[in-house]
């Protein structure tokens, strides 16, 4: 059996949506991650879109993406038996990962929940806390959600329309940060406790996090004092933005990084075709080859050459409308033009790139009782490690699927008493 990364690992996954990213990165590399959920299930597991549009807490797509290869069991931490089950199962973790509020937090440490004493008693623990706005300051109570978390960290001020309003970006992208962010600061830490046998607190604010994804916009305001606005679909220079092709859009970045291949290829590209014009001259190309970051000073740039950017722009939109998006991605990028396809969820799908490298997975998810399992089309890990190599082991599990495997196989907890704790749900 070919070893994983993260062999011999076990991590808690108590995260709600915050954090099932976190736990699914470390699963995929071959932690076993287990989920502890409350009786019921974690109520997330409710959240659309369903499977055959069947709502419930087994067929939540959502879910099942963000949960592959772990574990679940069930326990009530309000009541004291399910605490102590808790902390048997605790002793044997390596890495905690929980999302509570803070009034959840609140409410457990009085009950007797307490991080600080699980790290007390167990020094090599790494304790892995995502909250909205971190665990002191000012907001650190405060309620957050994903569109709440982009709204904070400054992100929906650059997603929109010049004359609209901020925008939330799709697929709970605040959540997916922390998520990252979350899992490389226990792997950190667990580095660190496997070398010196001391654990610690972990903690990732998803405002902190969310906030480095703001692009230069830190460095305007640092540098200007300006604050960075909403672009749209707005090109500031000719071959710089958007642009519709026959069948979608691209992205052209040409001349404006000072990377890739000049506004001279794009246009013996275009010459070569017959959709050139008098771009082709002299005085023209020079105008073009000051659209460089390097040459934005030269005062020609706002008194001459506007003229030949505003016709420039012209032809290459229709030049850009006259091939397919997969035909400007790949003849540009063979001149070595910034030049990137807009993919849609169907592009991605039938890329016989990413099928040439088998990224997308099969898998059968196990669904509500009575029903046939779905067959699944997943998306594979983000990276790929040669001699550890990551892969989807089982599917998400079923609400407590794994009580009798764990608290009982391997806990060694009699399953009468389990039982007598919880009632016949526990098995």
């Given at each position: 059996?070919?070893?994983?990364?993260?062999?011999?690992?076990?991590?808690?996954?108590?995260?709600?949506?915050?954090?099932?990213?976190?736990?699914?990165?470390?699963?995929?590399?071959?932690?076993?991650?287990?989920?502890?959920?409350?009786?019921?299930?974690?109520p997330a597991r409710g959240r659309a879109p369903f499977w055959?549009?069947?709502?419930?807490?087994?067929?939540?797509?959502?879910?099942?993406?963000?949960?592959?290869?772990?574990?679940?069991?069930?326990?009530?931490?309000?009541?004291?038996?399910?605490?102590?089950?808790?902390?048997?199962?605790?002793?044997?973790?390596?890495?905690?990962?929980?999302?509570?509020?803070?009034?959840?937090?609140?409410?457990?440490?009085?009950?007797?929940?307490?991080?600080?004493?699980?790290?007390?008693?167990?020094?090599?623990?790494?304790?892995?806390?995502?909250?909205?706005?971190?665990?002191?300051?000012?907001?650190?109570?405060?309620?957050?959600?994903?569109?709440?978390?982009?709204?904070?960290?400054?992100?929906?001020?650059?997603?929109?329309?010049?004359?609209?309003?901020?925008?939330?970006?799709?697929?709970?992208?605040?959540?997916?940060?922390?998520?990252?962010?979350?899992?490389?600061?226990?792997?950190?830490?667990?580095?660190?406790?496997?070398?010196?046998?001391?654990?610690?607190?972990?903690?990732?604010?998803?405002?902190?996090?969310?906030?480095?994804?703001?692009?230069?916009?830190?460095?305007?305001?640092?540098?200007?004092?300006?604050?960075?606005?909403?672009?749209?679909?707005?090109?500031?220079?000719?071959?710089?933005?958007?642009?519709?092709?026959?069948?979608?859009?691209?992205?052209?970045?040409?001349?404006?990084?000072?990377?890739?291949?000049?506004?001279?290829?794009?246009?013996?590209?275009?010459?070569?075709?017959?959709?050139?014009?008098?771009?082709?001259?002299?005085?023209?190309?020079?105008?073009?080859?000051?659209?460089?970051?390097?040459?934005?000073?030269?005062?020609?740039?706002?008194?001459?050459?506007?003229?030949?950017?505003?016709?420039?722009?012209?032809?290459?939109?229709?030049?850009?409308?006259?091939?397919?998006?997969?035909?400007?991605?790949?003849?540009?990028?063979?001149?070595?033009?910034?030049?990137?396809?807009?993919?849609?969820?169907?592009?991605?799908?039938?890329?016989?790139?990413?099928?040439?490298?088998?990224?997308?997975?099969?898998?059968?998810?196990?669904?509500?009782?009575?029903?046939?399992?779905?067959?699944l089309t997943l998306p594979g890990p983000p990276y790929r490690?040669?001699?550890?190599?990551?892969?989807?082991?089982?599917?998400?599990?079923?609400?407590?699927?794994?009580?009798?495997?764990?608290?009982?196989?391997?806990?060694?907890?009699?399953?009468?008493?389990?039982?007598?704790?919880?009632?016949?749900?526990?098995?």
């Amino acid at each position: 059996m070919v070893p994983t990364a993260l062999d011999g690992v076990r991590v808690l996954d108590l995260t709600s949506e915050m954090g099932w990213y976190a736990g699914k990165l470390l699963a995929d590399l071959g932690a076993d991650v287990i989920k502890v959920e409350p009786f019921g299930g974690d109520p997330a597991r409710g959240r659309a879109p369903f499977w055959r549009g069947i709502p419930g807490r087994e067929t939540s797509l959502r879910f099942w993406y963000f949960n592959t290869n772990k574990r679940s069991v069930t326990v009530d931490l309000q009541q004291y038996d399910g605490r102590w089950l808790f902390q048997q199962l605790v002793a044997t973790a390596d890495i905690v990962l929980e999302s509570w509020t803070a009034e959840e937090r609140a409410e457990l440490i009085d009950l007797g929940v307490d991080p600080d004493e699980f790290l007390r008693e167990q020094p090599s623990l790494v304790w892995t806390s995502i909250t909205g706005f971190g665990l002191d300051g000012p907001r650190a109570g405060w309620t957050v959600t994903d569109i709440v978390a982009q709204a904070a960290a400054g992100i929906a001020h650059l997603a929109g329309y010049p004359d609209g309003s901020p925008m939330r970006i799709a697929g709970n992208q605040a959540y997916i940060v922390a998520g990252i962010s979350a899992a490389q600061g226990a792997l950190l830490a667990l580095l660190q406790a496997e070398a010196s046998g001391d654990g610690q607190r972990v903690e990732t604010s998803v405002q902190e996090a969310l906030s480095i994804c703001q692009d230069t916009s830190h460095l305007f305001w640092d540098f200007q004092r300006i604050s960075r606005q909403r672009i749209g679909e707005q090109l500031r220079m000719p071959g710089a933005g958007t642009y519709e092709t026959a069948d979608g859009y691209i992205y052209s970045l040409v001349g404006l990084s000072g990377f890739g291949a000049p506004w001279s290829t794009l246009i013996d590209w275009m010459e070569s075709e017959g959709a050139a014009g008098e771009l082709a001259e002299p005085q023209h190309r020079e105008a073009m080859a000051a659209t460089d970051l390097r040459s934005l000073r030269n005062p020609r740039i706002n008194f001459e050459w506007p003229p030949i950017f505003h016709r420039a722009q012209e032809l290459l939109v229709d030049f850009y409308r006259s091939k397919t998006s997969l035909e400007c991605y790949e003849q540009g990028q063979s001149r070595r033009l910034l030049i990137g396809m807009v993919a849609s969820p169907q592009d991605l799908a039938e890329s016989a790139h990413l099928s040439e490298r088998q990224w997308w997975l099969e898998l059968d998810q196990p669904t509500t009782l009575g029903q046939p399992d779905a067959a699944l089309t997943l998306p594979g890990p983000p990276y790929r490690l040669s001699a550890t190599p990551t892969e989807i082991r089982r599917p998400a599990p079923r609400i407590g699927e794994h009580n009798q495997e764990v608290w009982v196989d391997e806990l060694g907890i009699p399953a009468e008493d389990l039982i007598a704790f919880a009632g016949e749900r526990a098995i």
